[in-house]
């Protein structure tokens, strides 16, 4: 647990005790930001009996919000606003390892709860709160006034950035599955059993980031149509770029799921002519032996004067005919590339 005072015009943070913190939040010069790595109950009950959180945010900050199963949004309660995002990253497996951070914030301060990822024991890529914390102070030694809507668009612009990162790793997803799919036998990586498993994840995969990106956009359009009232003009500005961001973030989504749809399509056809192959190899074979088997039938009949009674070199002479018949074939089947 950690507590910093930012303040316009100071490069670097104050930092205080969380008690002190919360005991003189809204009180002092500049803005507070308390940060929590986890649910800490006994914090949040100091910091419900000194701003009244109430019954409903306090058990949506100490069980998580998407527990609830509500999506991301942004939550008036009283004089109290309240952001549940997700951080996402993509972890082995075209999976997405998520987490939950909530952003409750008030007139001259914002407390931030970072839960632990969901579904996994060990965090794969701890969220960057120094670098929340760096990007805050590049703007207090530039901003005369500090709000906490620059704590927020900080948290808020490192999580678009790692959504952006995760883009990426979607990009080197379609890019293998396109090169496994023209590939050849002999150069191809995956078996192609393995091949619609990959598309599926990566499809799954783009599903569900979908689910938290276009949740925050509506959330950052609803900070820039001024629905919380103790953001300044100068943090709006900022919040401005985040929206573009997501906006961008979310065209490449489309993109990419076009791109999916497309290489799904692209299987089924390799899948097909694959298959197509097969059959005309059958086909090209069969044709021949068939003649074979007729030849050698018809001669193996057991007829008195059949050559292969009384005549030494029958065998021979018979193997000639198949051969003289089928040559042929074979050579028109080699043309056409059945075989």
Known sequence: MQAWRFVGGRGTPEPVDVDAAIAGLGDAAGVVWIDLPGPSIEVLRRLDDAVGLGEFLLEDLVEGASDAGLRTKLQQHGRLFHVAVRDCTAVDGGRLAEREIDLVFGDGWLLSVRHPPERLTEDPDPFPVAEVRRR??????HERQIDEGFVAWAFL???????????????????????????????????????????????????????QVIPLREVIGAVLRRDVSTFGDAALLHFRDVYDHLLGIAELLETQRDVLAGLRDVHLTVVSNRMNRSMQQLAAWGAMLIVATLVTGVLGMNFR???????RVG??????VVLVLTAPMYLFFKKKEWL
Request: charged fraction near 30%.
């Open 157 to 211: 612009d490192v999580v678009t950035d790692r959504y952006l990162a995760i883009t990426d790793a979607i990009d080197e997803r379609l890019d293998e599955a396109e090169q496994h799919l023209l590939a050849d036998d002999e150069t191809s990586r995956l078996s192609p059993a393995q091949s619609p498993r990959e598309m599926f994840e990566t499809g799954r995969m783009l599903t569900d980031f979908r689910h």
């Open 315 to 320: 065998f021979l002479a018979v193997t000639g």
């Open 305 to 311: 004067d059949a050559p292969n009674v009384s005549w």
């Open 136 to 141: 805050l102070t590049a703007q207090c030694a």
